[in-house]
């Protein structure tokens, strides 16, 4: 069984049903994206695999069965999501901010030595701990959303559209960071709408279109298939 | 014997009661976005059960340290709020929760009257009195003269208010308590079990309550099933003074509220002529309330911070 498979997974708003069925797999280390259009379901799949949204199907994670565990649950095994929207909280502090991603525990040490590296990694954050979350601009708040959810030390990443409102430069910056945490080991399941971007920093591609699975493969043979250029590259070129 | 003095003194005592009332209100409100309404009533049966516990004690042990009884009886009134706190959230709350707000808002009502009316069964409906443990020492204050029940009332307060205050800012709890205010969604992706820290928030205001209608009972020496109406009408309105959802702004409302009812009370005769008297001093709550709004609708600490996307 792979490190997270997901089983016909069904997630329903009401009569909606926003994902139909869907299966995916990520085996340890890798990093997958899930691209699609606006409402195709992919935040929604997301959503359902952090526990945050209630779903049929099944949700495996490290041969563990975690579809009827609740969210705090599913941390504690070793998922952390990165909200869209990032979800900072605005009157925390920068560092408590960074201190709730460490809530379960990791001893004083460890949770030390996350903290210094978050600040290595980002120093703009260590600039502004004492501030509130609430004051930092977007592409700030997308680092410490992510860096937040490192403190967890995860062994699955779920990034939701983390390019959501930022200016392009910051974008590039926060794909570095993305496959910088890829490099070190750590899972990462990706939700963008940017597909190019997440093609060429991930290894494998779920294509979503109405709440079902239209496409996968390699990212590398993706950015090039005639049909994904069409619909998601912008075409053209 | 200076009148003001007095009046300042009087309305802190009233004021840090309020006080930790308003806290409860606060602190709910801040996680939930619910004004629980049976808030007062859970103040009402802290002093009942503290009542209760000490005539027990009184008859059973009539040889037994004062203060020892007190804080007996102190332990037992937490211990019941906070469970009745508990099982009210669990019970009434939680099955609402994602309901209109005004299905909780009228449920909470309705705990409020059956609570009542429950304190009415088991204690009766006539005004109990409150037996004095200690002998009452009275000490002159810049002019002013205070008893040693109204001392210990600000003491304890102060190191209650305090030790909550510390605990929300400084602690990992108090952290997951800020976190769940601000997103129910956000606090369990970091692994917080958003239920238990709203449990636990219930159960917080339930034991600064009971602590609340305990020193409320030993200030009048009568206590009432109906205690906790006005008393609870009385502290939210000082939460919303401050700023509902503010911690700070439940202190300093409460404090305030104290204040202007006291002076209120202690100059209205002589500001309308003799027309109206000190019982009018539950006007000034309100008065109060409604100017504060009137000008700043978010309370006097509400919601300074900017919030962006």
Not at chain 1, 88 to 107: C, D, I, K, Q
Not at chain 1, 151 to 176: C, H, N, T, W, Y
Not at chain 2, 91 to 117: D, E
Not at chain 2, 154 to 163: R, T
């Amino acid at each position: 069984m792979s490190f997270l498979e997901a089983q016909s997974l069904d997630v329903r708003y009401g009569g909606i049903r926003a994902v139909r069925g869907v299966d995916i797999r990520v085996e340890e280390g890798e990093t997958v994206a899930l691209i699609g259009a606006n409402g195709a379901g992919k935040s929604s799949m997301l959503n359902a695999i952090a526990g945050v949204l209630p779903h049929t199907g099944s949700v495996y994670f490290n041969n563990v069965d975690l579809s009827y565990r609740p969210v705090f649950d599913r941390v504690k095994r070793g998922i952390s999501m990165v909200p869209e929207g990032r979800g900072v909280f605005g009157r925390l502090t920068v560092e408590e901010n960074l201190l709730m991603g460490a809530y379960l525990g990791n001893s004083q040490q460890e949770q030390d030595t996350d903290l210094k590296m978050m600040y290595e990694f980002f120093p703009r954050l260590k600039e502004r701990r004492r501030q509130t979350g609430g004051t930092l601009s977007g592409g700030e708040q997308q680092m410490l959303a992510i860096g937040r959810a490192l403190m967890a030390r995860p062994k699955l990443l779920l990034l939701d559209e983390p390019s959501m409102g930022l200016a392009p430069i910051m974008v590039e910056k926060i794909f570095e960071v993305i496959r910088g945490v890829s490099q070190t080991g750590v899972t990462i399941l990706l939700v963008e709408q940017n597909a190019r971007l997440a093609l060429e920093s991930s290894q494998r591609a779920y294509v979503m279109e109405s709440g079902e699975l239209s496409i996968t493969g390699e990212s590398r043979e993706l950015l090039h298939s005639p049909e994904i250029r069409r619909s998601y590259l912008g075409g053209g070129d | 014997m200076d009148i003001f003095a007095q009046q300042i003194l009087n309305g802190l005592v009233l004021g840090s009661v309020y006080a930790l009332v308003a806290l409860g209100y606060t602190m709910v409100y801040g996680i939930l976005g619910l004004i629980n309404f049976a808030h007062g009533e859970v103040v009402m049966i802290g002093a009942m059960t503290a009542l209760a516990v000490v005539s027990t004690l009184l008859s059973v042990f009539p040889e037994m340290h004062p203060f020892l009884t007190i804080l007996l009886a102190g332990l037992a009134a937490i211990l019941v709020c906070m469970s009745l706190a508990f099982f009210i959230e669990r019970l009434a709350y939680r099955p609402l929760r994602n309901a209109p707000r005004l299905a909780p808002l009228i449920t909470a009502i309705g705990i409020s009257i059956l609570l009542q009316n429950i304190a009415m069964i088991i204690w009766g409906r006539k005004y109990k009195t409150v037996p004095q443990l200690f002998p009452t020492e009275t000490f002159e204050l810049f002019g002013a003269s205070i008893t040693s029940v109204q001392i210990f009332i600000i003491l304890i307060s102060a190191v209650l208010m305090s030790g909550l205050l510390v605990i929300v800012h400084f602690t990992k709890l108090g952290r997951a308590m800020r976190a769940t205010s601000e997103s129910q969604r956000v606090a369990g992706l970091m692994g917080i079990n958003v239920n238990k820290i709203i449990s636990v928030t219930f159960m917080i205001g339930a034991g600064l309550a009971a602590v609340a209608g305990i020193l409320i009972a030993g200030n009048y020496s009568v206590v009432h099933y109906s205690m906790g109406f006005m008393l609870g009408l009385k502290a939210f309105t000082a939460a919303v003074l401050g700023g509902i959802g503010n911690l700070g702004g439940a202190v300093l409302g409460g404090l305030l509220l104290g204040l202007i009812e006291s002076i209120g009370a202690g100059y209205i005769g002589d500001l309308t002529g003799g027309f109206l008297g000190s019982h009018y001093q539950d006007v000034f709550a309100f008065v109060v309330l409604i100017v504060v709004l009137v000008f700043r609708p978010t309370g006097l600490m509400g919601e300074r911070v900017s919030e962006r996307a």
